[in-house]
Nanobody
């Protein structure tokens, strides 16, 4: 499966953005899908994910502010980000894996190219 992430940009503190992860060559509903992010000088970290059963998972740092959902008709996974903070500034990556959902970066087989989110104060 090939993944194309988009939707990043510059937003002020408290603002919102919606990231998209469009898939081709595979069906998103048959994969565990996740969003990760990487800030400068920091390791890539789990943000949120959705399993094949449609259960969703979030990092504590984004719980209640971010929502991940899937549109099977568009074969796309979205990350709705609200109440953005400067600490949310990072390159965001979508990823997919066959099998059960996990939060470990190393367990994902397919990656999108990343989209930059900058939250200004």
């Amino acid at each position: 499966v090939q993944l194309q992430a988009s939707g990043g940009g510059l937003v002020q503190v408290g603002g919102s953005l919606r990231l998209s992860c469009a898939a081709s060559g595979g069906t998103v509903s048959t994969y565990a899908m996740a969003w990760f992010r990487q800030a400068p000088g920091k390791p890539r970290e789990f943000v949120g994910g959705i399993g094949r059963s449609s259960l969703t998972y979030y990092a504590d740092s984004v719980e209640g502010r971010f929502t991940i959902y899937r549109d099977n008709a568009k074969n796309t996974v979205y990350l709705q980000m609200n109440s953005l903070k400067p600490d949310d500034t990072a390159v965001y990556f979508c990823a997919a894996r066959g099998g059960l959902f996990v939060t470990l970066v190393t367990q994902y087989d397919y990656w999108g190219q990343g989209t930059l989110v900058t939250v200004s104060s």
